[in-house]
């Protein structure tokens, strides 16, 4: 098997706790030297300033790589254009480029009329200002605002196209959907990598809320592991490391390599996925060398 890489998704918290449990979440998964760690943005461009600080703090206190997500949403070209330029003054050179959500009370997407409308705007955008190292997103189960699969990945190929490096999926939990998905972008000849998005289950429900958002299926043999453990968190935690496990573990034997991880944070199911992947860090591999 190829050696696995993975890289990780963090959030930019909103109150002193919620900053002190992502810096430990760093710090416990930064020895496993993912290629990089994604920080992402507010629907509504709310977070900017906090993804910045996350970013920023990133860049000096460690030696990972961040890839900030920009969006399109309520914002002009201009306003974009300099945060991206920013980015790169600073040392970033990893970018996750994505349409957005609508903000909070908004029915659907609507362009900014002087904005970029879709993601690979925002991706041919992002290349006059530097050579970025781009990743966008792409759906296994389709879009759920995109009118077909077929128009769905038409504007995968358009962002791939407009210079996006690779494409990280929506978090999905039936892996034939994602083999299927691969095939289908390999039949129609895009060679990009379709890295797959990995959500460690830490609440069931919350998680279910994360799925009908994004259209993501939940198999009924899923929600069945998960049975009875409302006020039983260890076994939910290993429940879901096991799940996941299995998961990733399925994907290697079809020649997947690459992984990315929804952390929601938290480090401790991530770590234990990566474990069982054989992503250890440099002292844990010197130990087994022993």
């Known amino acids: 098997m190829s050696p696995v890489s993975v890289s990780f998704e963090f959030f930019p918290p909103n109150d002193a706790e919620m900053e002190k ?9 930064a020895p496993l030297a993912p290629r990089f760690v994604s920080v992402t943005y507010g629907a ?19 030696p990972l790589t961040p890839a900030p997500h920009l969006t399109c949403v309520a914002a002009a070209r201009g306003e974009i254009l300099d945060v991206a330029r920013a980015y ?9 480029a994505l349409r957005g959500d609508p903000p909070a009370g908004q029915a659907g997407y609507v362009p900014h009329p002087e904005g970029f409308a879709y993601a690979e705007d925002l991706v041919r955008g992002l290349r006059s200002v530097g050579d970025f190292d781009i990743s966008v997103a792409a759906y296994p189960e389709v879009h759920p605002e995109a009118p077909d699969a077929q128009f769905d990945l038409d504007k995968l190929r358009a962002k791939l196209d407009a210079g996006a490096s690779r494409a990280i999926t929506q978090f999905f939990f039936d892996t034939d959907c994602y083999l299927r998905f691969r095939d289908r972008c390999a039949a129609a000849g895009i060679t990009a990598g379709i890295v797959p998005g990995i959500l460690p289950i830490t609440r069931f429900p919350q998680m279910l809320r994360f799925a009908k958002r994004c259209g993501a299926s939940v198999p009924e043999s899923l929600a069945h592991r998960f049975d009875g453990l409302d006020d039983d968190p260890e076994t939910r935690r290993m429940i879901a490391a ?4 299995e998961q990733v573990r399925r994907l290697q034997q079809h ?8 952390t929601l944070n938290r480090a401790e199911l991530t770590y234990a996925i990566c474990h069982a992947l054989g992503v250890r860090s ?3 591999r010197a130990t087994a060398e022993a």
């Open 255 to 262: 020649g997947v390599s690459d992984f990315h991880f929804y």
């Open 44 to 62: 509504d461009g709310s977070t900017r300033e906090r993804t910045h600080n996350v970013v920023s703090r990133i860049l000096r206190e460690t």
């Open 88 to 96: 790169w003054d600073a040392g970033v050179r990893h970018v996750v």
């Open 21 to 29: 449990t992502l810096w430990a979440s760093i710090q416990r998964l």
């Open 242 to 245: 096991s799940f996941a496990i």
């Open 282 to 284: 440099p002292a844990a």
